[in-house]
């Protein structure tokens, strides 16, 4: 890619740091609880957040700085995760259309999709674990004879998306004779073709706007096409993936450990007879921000050990925020079990941040992958 | 009643399964309902696709293997973390419980933690022994028999000193302290990949190249003359395969022995059989079916049956380095404690160093063990006291010892030269610093 020479020459407009936290503390927190239990989806706060440029700072033609958009992700992700979780997907799609290399996707769309005008997620979580060997692939395509596609199948839970939006998808590619001949990744758009169908509601971050979505001979165009083989492109940004994602982690955790610190003048007296106090997550909060900043330079790094390390520090900010939400509601007793109260909320959020695609023991399945010795056949 | 079996059906999108005798009364289907009378507008419960997405599901035929338990400790008291079930692992396990018969052990270990003498690697295939013959104890049943809790088929993935915690591929584990004895790794080369390469470093390896071999006498390229590589070849070359022996350096153990000793050695591998190639690089490894060919820049290509390297070991420093621990060749720690640069962190056997040098030798290993097990329960007396320790070369007929730790700057003396038997010495002034005895008298 030419980014250094890009970098130099675009106009480069870094993220607003200040503004997305004032987007955060201010309109986002008051809409918090709304987002989370009333299914409210923030589509508006979202635009703000992209106006800010938290939607396109990791991008090759914004410089790729993954440190400032992972940071506005933690911001977001303080007041409100769900929103955190959104700006991940919006962050993953820009960057499926960015490292493309289509010049359809790259343009016009990519400019809309990076400043906020128009929306759309991912639908990468079960090709993320089929192309690990966890499940099988959802979505089949079929050659149209045209060089597009015609892709079917059902995926449970998409989220970012609705009518009018897109995603990032991944087919697994079948033959005349039904034979596996590798794998599409496409931009689905949510058109006529495409059933959209309402989830279950959930224990919390009802307003990512996740629907179950079901193709029927779908139709792709080259235009549409994000990669083919679509493997080696997965390999290539799984690490930028799931680096996007720490961002959620570390986020919902620090809003916990402002609950805790929140009511520390007031119930500090007896709060000190509990695990996990603020100054102790603290320090662990501050250790995983300075190996997050050790793996923010090179997000393309396909080496053992950086991906190990990534896993790694994704796994620990996972399990990391569930302590630290739990230690929360502990630290704030009675107020924090009001239904509406923000350590309640983020016992989901935490939940959330530990299942969502990689879950847990998706990381360390992978991790464990990656530690096996690889022998002669 | 029904005379059918009951069957399963398993949603394709979300994985949850349809138990025809259990239906979905939820999703107005009574249990009993068979599929085929599920009507066309039904919707799985928990993803909502339709039946069209259901496909008959097969539970497994056996029971889930019962995989170990995961790292929450049962237990609030903070357990010693031991790192490695190889002979370090093992032998500070037993030193501590030794010292302690209460301390909490856990012990996390990549393979299965069988107990085995690495050693006998390099010369057991002609002895005709199995995995059955070496394994002296079962990594179960050593933990039972000293009180550890053994997590096998267990990677540690990261380490944070200052909240003493270690991440492992099953879960996270805090420790009192922790003890590092994950050893070191084969160094491969780029042009020596891992999928055409056997190592025989540990039980698996050894496993591996053993099941390849069976059935009759195989073309063997063993690449790297040093120890490992030298008995390999003789081992292999014993056991009725056909071995070439390649190295950069122009005899075996160059860097090691002195010329006198190499031509013996040398001497020794060929009358055995082996065909030792010197001064030879490997250029690519490809598999042309069931062969290798090994592109050489001195001796175009050969072909063999199996390809086994023994180019040296390397520490892993991934882990030290995450954790800030001081790392130069292996894990740095004090000669004297074993402790490395960070709080309550001990290491020892194959992945430390010692003044920048690893010392890759089973004879230390039990009293660095002691050390390490003195130091964390406070009993005095236990200091480890570094020596360089004596060097064996397993090779039958013609014994190789090494004493001491010989300069290659100086000369060797020679006391004994013999048909069968060579006895060399290094004096520093008046001070014999090495004895080097090839062969028997």
Redesign the interface.
């Known amino acids: 890619m030419n980014s250094a020479l890009q970098r130099a020459t675009d106009d480069i407009a870094p993220v607003h740091m200040e503004r997305v936290r004032a987007i955060a503390e201010g309109p986002l927190a008051a809409l918090a609880n709304r987002i989370d239990h009333d299914g409210y989806y923030p589509l508006e706060v979202l635009a703000a957040l992209g106006e800010a440029g938290a939607l396109a700072a990791h991008l090759e033609s914004h410089g790729q700085r993954f440190d400032l958009a992972v940071d506005a992700m933690r911001e977001v992700s303080r007041h409100c995760g769900t929103t955190g979780f959104l700006i991940w997907a919006h962050q993953v799609c820009g960057l499926y259309m960015e490292q493309s290399g289509n010049p359809h996707l790259q343009g016009t769309p990519l400019q809309a999709h990076r400043s906020g005008q128009t929306f759309g997620g991912t639908a990468l979580s079960n090709p993320m674990k089929a192309l690990s060997g966890i ?2 692939m ?1 979505l089949i395509a079929k050659a149209d004879g045209h060089g597009g596609y015609r892709v079917s ?5 998409v989220s970012h998306i609705g009518p009018g939006q897109y995603c990032g998808a991944l087919a697994s590619i079948r033959d005349d004779k039904d034979q596996p001949a590798g794998e599409l990744m496409f931009l689905l758009h949510c058109n006529d073709h495409v059933t959209l ?4 509601t959930f224990s919390g971050m009802e307003g990512s706007s996740t629907w ?1 979505l ?1 193709l029927d001979h779908y139709p792709v165009v080259p235009e549409q096409i994000i990669a083919e083989p679509a493997a080696p492109f997965v390999s290539r940004i799984r690490g930028a993936f799931i680096l996007l994602q720490i961002g959620m982690a570390l986020g919902v955790a620090e809003g916990a450990l402002d609950s805790m610190q929140e009511v520390e003048s007031q119930l500090g007296h007896v709060n000190k007879f509990l695990h996990d106090r603020p100054e ?1 997550l603290r ?2 909060f501050d ?1 995983m921000g300075r ?1 997050l900043a050790g793996l923010t330079g090179t997000p393309y790094a396909t080496d053992r ?1 950086y991906l ?2 990534l ?3 994704r ?2 900010g996972a ?1 990391f925020a569930l302590r630290a939400a739990q230690s929360a509601m502990l630290h704030q007793g009675a107020r924090g079990y009001v239904m509406s109260a923000a350590a309640q909320r983020r016992l989901r959020e935490a939940q959330f941040v530990a299942i969502v695609t990689p879950a847990i023991k998706h990381l ?1 399945w992978e ?2 992958r990656l ?1 096996r ?5 | 009643m029904t005379t059918r079996p009951w069957k399963q059906y398993i949603c394709l999108a979300c994985g949850l399964i349809y138990d025809e005798e259990k239906g979905d009364p939820d999703g107005g289907l009574p249990p009993g309902t068979r599929f085929e009378d599920i009507p066309e507008d039904w919707e799985c419960p928990l993803c909502g696709v339709g039946k069209a997405d259901f496909e008959p599901y097969e539970p497994p035929p056996h029971p889930v293997v019962e995989t170990p338990a995961t790292a929450h400790h049962q237990n609030d008291e903070e357990p010693v973390v031991i790192v490695g079930a190889g002979i370090a692992g093992w032998s500070v396990a037993e030193a501590l419980r030794g010292l302690d018969p209460a301390l909490p052990i856990t012990l996390v270990t990549a393979c299965d933690g069988h107990r085995y003498h690495k050693p006998e690697l390099s010369v057991a295939l002609s002895r005709g022994s199995g995995p059955e013959d070496l394994v002296q104890q079962t990594g179960a049943d050593a933990a039972q028999r000293l009180g550890v809790r053994l997590l096998p088929q267990t990677y540690a993935v990261g380490l944070s000193t200052d909240s003493r915690q270690l991440r492992t591929t099953r879960g996270t584990l805090r420790y009192r302290a922790l003890i590092l004895a994950h050893g070191a790794h084969p160094l491969l080369p780029a042009v020596l990949p891992p999928e055409l390469c056997w190592r025989v470093n540990h039980l698996d390896g050894f496993n591996g190249l053993r099941r390849a071999l069976a059935g009759g006498s195989r073309r063997v390229a063993v690449v790297g003359a040093g120890m490992i590589g030298c008995e390999l070849a003789e081992d292999l070359s014993a056991s009725g395969h056909r071995v070439t022996l390649l190295d950069r350096q122009s005899a075996p153990l160059e860097t090691l022995l002195p010329e006198a000793a190499r031509r013996r050695l040398r001497q020794h591998l060929e009358e055995f059989g082996v065909t030792f190639l010197g001064a030879t690089e490997i250029t690519g490894i490809n598999a042309v079916g069931q062969s290798k060919h090994i592109a050489t820049n001195l001796h175009g290509l050969i072909e063999v049956d199996q390809v086994v390297v023994a180019t040296g070991l390397v520490t892993s420093g991934r882990l030290a380095r995450q954790a800030g621990l001081a790392f130069e060749n292996g894990i740095v720690v004090n000669p004297r404690t074993l402790a490395t640069s960070a709080d309550h962190v001990y290491a020892l056997g194959d992945c430390i160093s010692l003044s920048g040098t690893p010392c890759r030798f089973i004879e230390p290993i039990a009293h660095q063990a002691r050390g390490i097990a003195h130091a964390i329960t406070g009993s005095s007396g236990g200091d480890y006291q570094h020596r360089d320790p004596v060097i064996r070369l397993k090779t039958r007929r013609l014994p190789i010892v090494l004493r001491g730790c010989g300069d290659v700057a100086l000369p060797w003396r020679t006391l004994v030269d013999e048909p069968d038997y060579l006895h060399l010495e290094q004096r520093r002034g008046h001070q014999v610093i090495a004895s080097l005895r090839v062969g028997r008298r």
């Not at chain 1, 199948?153 to 839970?157: D, M, N, Q, T, Y």
């Not at chain 1, 169908?197 to 279950?200: E, S």
């Not at chain 1, 010795?373 to 056949?377: A, G, K, S, T």
Request: charged share 45%; glycine share 6%.
């Open positions: 499940e099988r959802a199948g059902s995926l449970p839970w169908r309402p989830c279950p179950g079901r102790a320090r662990e250790d190996r050990d190990l390390d896993l790694d520090l796994a620990q399990e360390r991790m464990d530690s010795e690889e022998w002669p056949q």
